[in-house]
């Protein structure tokens, strides 16, 4: 099982010569959190808490959460039937006398199924999907065409997994994509998924190898790349930053920043090879990036700067590049003990994409520290607490 956490958290603040509360202080990180690390009482943290340690400590963060995840996998429920669908527990179920789905109609009813993802509507996509994924593995038998079909919803379905924490099954469905891909471009994209994955389960060298090695292999003239070769190549680099600047790599993880910032003018604006919304890249984009990672190195105050100059109107209301952006201005708010401010932020995400919101812990962590700030609370902040699911 490795070493835990909490012990290779004392090795190496004793090896440093700190004191718990020097490191603490130190870090930032709270005192109690530390000694409840040590002391086994918590066996991992986030990774953002992970990384200001390792800060500290001068050492890359993975010598701490090595596969530690950053959240916890969720209980599988509502998302169990879509799971042994991607598996094939379930097999296909139909009577004596329908007629067998056909490519067409399993083309129609995935692009019928797209703003489902896109605008991250759970509930349904919990109902809709099982079927799907049956009547496209059928049609995936009668030859390319169908195969490809597959290919896209098996993408499609890893990232709302991976979106949902549901990381087994996320993998699964990202392999069977990757196995069946069209082409290069698409196998790049479902990479790209992949690496956030890893990422989610903190396992940033894997994240950050596979990144690098795909990026490397992706890498398209600029004089004449088109746009999808550009976008496939640009968030395969913003994957190896975001590995990098949470492994305490600051240099790598400007230097591939820069790299997609390259990607990104070339471009010439924000654009969805295909009309895939998990493709969409840009200026725009690189600049969310470049926030994401400002967070990530504890600079909230280039957060806020950043997203004073920051043209997200012009993305989707349900755009999760979007949201997870606006969370990190929240939680810039917060560093800066602007607190209205931040739950002003909170509000606004849940008025337009209520299902994300509820599911991101980094919400829940964002309004427990504005609460734990609040002597009273507002009847808003109340209802925005039962809405996400944080504790009063």
């Known amino acids: 099982m490795g070493t835990p956490f909490g012990q290779r958290l004392r090795d190496l603040r004793k090896r440093r010569g700190l004191s718990q509360r020097e490191l603490a202080e130190a870090s930032g990180v709270s005192l109690s959190l530390i000694r409840k690390l040590e002391q086994g009482d918590r066996s991992a943290t986030r990774l953002e808490t992970a990384r200001r340690l390792a800060v500290t400590l001068h050492v890359p963060t993975t010598c701490l959460v090595t596969d530690s995840p950053d959240e916890d996998q969720a209980p599988g429920g509502q998302w169990d039937a879509v799971g042994d669908a991607v598996t094939g527990a379930s097999p296909p179920q139909g009577e004596p006398d329908e007629p067998p789905p056909t490519v067409p109609g399993a083309r129609n009813a995935l692009e019928a199924a797209v703003p489902l993802f896109s605008g991250d509507r759970y509930a349904e996509l919990t109902t809709v999907l099982p079927p799907l994924i049956r009547d496209i593995d059928t049609v995936a038998a009668t030859g390319p065409d169908g195969r490809a079909l597959r290919a896209r919803l098996m993408h499609l379905t890893g990232w709302l997994l991976t979106q949902n924490r549901q990381y087994q099954a996320a993998e699964a469905a990202l392999t069977r994509s990757l196995k069946e891909a069209p082409d290069q471009l698409h196998a790049a994209a479902v990479i790209s998924t992949r690496c956030w994955l890893l990422l989610r389960q903190g396992k940033l060298a894997a994240a950050r190898q596979l990144a690098a090695h795909w990026a490397d292999t992706t890498e398209p003239r600029l004089s004449r790349a088109r746009p999808a070769e550009l976008s496939a190549w640009g ?93 990190d201005v929240a939680e810039a708010h917060v560093r800066s003990r602007q607190y209205t401010e931040a739950v002003d932020v909170l509000q606004g995400i849940q008025a337009v994409a209520p299902q994300w919101l509820a599911n991101q812990r980094y919400a829940r962590d964002i309004l427990g520290h504005v609460i734990d700030k609040r002597r009273t609370l507002t009847p808003d902040m109340r209802v925005l607490a039962d809405a996400i699911g944080v504790p009063l």
């Open 235 to 327: 968030w395969l680099l913003l994957r190896l930053s975001a590995a990098s600047v949470r492994d305490n790599r600051p240099d790598e993880a400007d230097q591939a920043l820069r790299l997609a910032q390259s990607a990104a003018v070339a471009m010439g604006g924000e654009f969805a090879p295909g009309k895939d919304f998990l493709r969409v890249f840009g200026p725009v984009t690189v600049a969310l990036k470049r926030a994401e990672n400002a967070m990530v190195a504890d600079r909230p105050d280039a957060v806020l700067a950043l997203a004073r100059r920051m043209p997200t109107h012009g993305l989707r209301p349900t755009s999760n590049n979007r949201n997870r952006h606006l969370l």
